[in-house]
C-alpha cells in the first residue's frame, strides 16, 4: 500500500493569486477486495443490481478490483434452506473483506 498525497489549487475568493492547498493523502492499494454480497429477497436482488454496477464503477475509477461471493439471506434463505441466516453465509460473511445486505424482508 502507498499514500500519494493530491495537492488542490484553487484561487481563494479576494485573491489575485492561487494557492496550493494540501489535502489529505490518498491511499493507493491494488489489490482485489473480498465482497460478500447478500440480495435478500422482494426488491433486494434489483437493488444488488444496481449497488454492484456502482461498486464496479467506481472501483475502475480507482484502479479497484472485486471479488463477490453471493449468499442467502432473509426471506430468500427461508424459502431455500427453512433458516433466515445459515452458518454458511455467517461464514461467508466472517471471510470477506466486507458485506453488501441489499434488503430482506419475509
Keep these: 500500500m502507498a499514500l500519494a498525497s493530491r495537492v488542490q489549487v484553487r484561487r481563494v475568493a479576494g485573491s489575485a493569486t492561487s494557492r ?4 489529505a493523502p490518498h491511499v493507493v492499494c491494488h489489490a ?3 465482497v460478500a454480497i447478500l440480495p435478500g429477497d422482494g426488491i433486494g436482488p434489483e ?3 444496481a449497488a454492484l454496477k456502482v461498486l464496479d464503477a467506481a472501483g475502475k475509477a480507482e ?7 453471493k449468499g442467502l439471506i432473509g426471506g430468500a434463505a427461508i424459502d431455500a434452506t427453512g433458516s433466515p441466516l445459515q452458518k454458511e453465509t455467517l461464514d461467508m460473511c466472517k471471510a470477506s473483506d466486507s458485506v453488501l445486505l441489499a434488503a430482506i424482508g419475509g
Design 20 to 23: 496550493q492547498v494540501a489535502r
Design 32 to 34: 482485489t477486495h473480498k
Design 47 to 49: 437493488i444488488m443490481d
Design 63 to 69: 484502479g479497484q478490483t472485486f471479488q463477490y461471493t
